[in-house]
């Protein structure tokens, strides 16, 4: 047996450590695999944390902006202040839940004007650990009814699709990510095309001929083709239009902000949902924003 | 037990330190939850590596190849299992492998107590660092990627500037000798 000078074991090692790996990549390419078992143990491992973490950071930021919200009405007041102190941080903690609660209200809002249409809300604990992905991580899983490939949204728009689900977490994919995307189509004209994302906060609109006419400004709805998202759900607006042989590029700005997310909706049906942007300010107190709705979803078709 | 002792060669005194028991399965634990957390609430530092930093840190001060290159893995693969299903495992793995055997290797030769020397190793592993991913993508994935561009050079520099900061608070959990 060939003997391995000692200064090379550790070069030797890096090598068989880098094969090792480039094995794994080659069978989760080769067999679609995405080496579940690890990434169910990790993200198990994580959850707590990012979870506890979620939580207490929306307490902290709650109580902190709101502190120095009534400093200046501190100043006002000064001869108030002492007496007025233990008030205040109950107003603090008040306003801070308020914030909060308007917020899901406009989740709960969506959810009261489409009440046929099963859908599930949930918190955004996590996003993915590095730039090579746009992906975020939620509080609700399989538990919750979830399943891959649902379509999630918030009441400004679509936001992506579920692919992976864990016993109480699912990971979604962002539109804006390199293998992001949604059968799309322009609202004025009804051209259809693909919109995908390119790993930067703006996607874009492919396979739009040149002969088009694209303007500035002109919303993109889903299409339903892709059979994941429903039609008509808003997507973005086109930001910037370039002439190209055989098709145009066409830029497009999406309608939900992906890149502060908090809270979405995981539709948990394919069938059409109208966005009705005025109803989503409504929204009775009594409903959990994170309660599923039972209706069938065949009674929302037209 | 000695905590710390000195690798000699020739002329150089290269100090080798130990960490409180722990220590860094906290701290690499803890970066990696930040990195997933973080950008959920400010979307910018989004520019930054924390497991990145931690492994360069560990491996110069460590200077062990062998313990580098393993802990570079580990921390890699946990960071490809947080990012969601499009990033294969190996992908970060195998750029920390590498970092943290060259980390480790130049640590055992240079002193790299100093915060200049720091910040411009931070900032040369950074830029190794996307290289080797680059690769891994264009060769291996075969997916496009672009090799250099400005927003590569501001986070190396953004992530340079930070481990400077940060590897003088992990100072502190060495044990001292």
């Not at chain 1, 107190?285 to 994170?290: E, S, T, V």
């Given at each position: 047996m060939v003997a391995i000078p000692s200064k090379h074991k550790s070069l030797t090692l890096l090598a068989g450590v880098l094969l090792a790996q480039l094995l794994l990549l080659a069978v989760q390419i080769k067999r679609d695999s995405r080496g579940r078992l690890i990434r169910v143990w990790a993200i198990s491992a994580a959850y707590p944390f990012e979870r506890s973490g979620a939580w207490g950071f929306g307490k902290v930021r709650g109580v902190w902006t709101h502190y120095f919200a009534l400093q200046t009405t501190e100043r006002e007041n000064e001869a108030l202040r002492v007496e007025n102190d233990a008030l205040k941080l109950t107003i603090s903690q008040l306003q801070s839940r308020a914030a909060e609660a308007d917020r899901l209200a406009g989740i709960l809002g969506f959810k009261q004007s489409h009440t046929k249409v099963p859908m599930v809300g949930g918190r955004v604990i996590a996003a993915s650990a590095g730039t090579a992905s746009r992906t975020i991580e939620i509080d609700r899983g399989e538990r919750d009814g979830i399943r891959r490939n649902m379509a999630v949204i918030t009441p400004d728009g679509a936001v992506g699709k579920v692919i992976e689900v864990y016993g109480d977490t699912s990971q979604v994919l962002l539109?804006?990510?390199?293998?992001g995307g949604a059968g799309a189509m322009l609202v004025d004209t009804r051209t259809q095309g693909p919109v995908g994302g390119t790993g930067e906060p703006l996607m874009l609109m492919k396979?739009?001929?040149?002969e088009e006419n694209v303007a500035v400004g002109e919303k993109i709805v889903t299409s339903g083709m892709d059979k994941i998202f429903p039609r008509d759900i808003p997507i973005g607006t086109v930001v910037e239009v370039k002439p190209g042989n055989p098709f145009k590029q066409i830029r497009v700005q999406p309608a939900a902000r992906l890149d502060r997310l908090e809270t979405v909706i995981v539709l948990l049906t394919q069938e059409p949902v109208e966005f009705k942007s005025e109803n989503t300010q409504t929204g009775a107190?009594?409903?959990?924003?994170?309660s599923q709705s039972s209706a069938p979803a065949a009674a929302e078709k037209p | 037990m000695n905590d710390t002792y000195e690798l000699r060669g020739g002329e150089t005194h290269i100090e080798v330190h130990k960490f409180y028991p722990g220590a860094v399965v906290f701290v690499a634990a803890a970066a990696l939850i930040f990195q997933a957390m973080a950008p959920v609430y400010?979307?910018?530092?989004?520019?930054?590596d924390l497991p990145l930093l931690v492994t360069i840190y560990f491996g110069l001060s460590r200077r062990n190849p062998s313990t580098g290159l393993l802990l570079g893995m580990v921390i890699g693969l946990a960071q490809d299992a947080l990012s969601g299903p499009t990033v294969p495992l190996g992908f970060y793995g195998m750029g920390k492998t590498v970092i943290g055997y060259l980390a480790s290797s130049i640590g055992a030769r240079l002193d790299t107590e100093h915060p200049a020397a720091r910040f411009a190793l931070i900032f040369s592993f950074f830029v190794v660092h996307q290289g080797v991913l680059v690769v891994v993508r264009r060769l291996l994935l075969a997916q496009p990627e672009a090799w250099m561009n400005l927003h590569l050079v501001i986070a190396a520099a953004v992530n340079a500037l930070l481990g400077t900061v940060l590897f003088l608070g992990l100072d502190r959990l060495r044990r001292s000798s």
């Open positions: 539109l804006t990510d390199k293998d396979y739009v001929a040149t107190a009594n409903a959990a924003p994170g | 400010f979307p910018k530092l989004n520019i930054l």
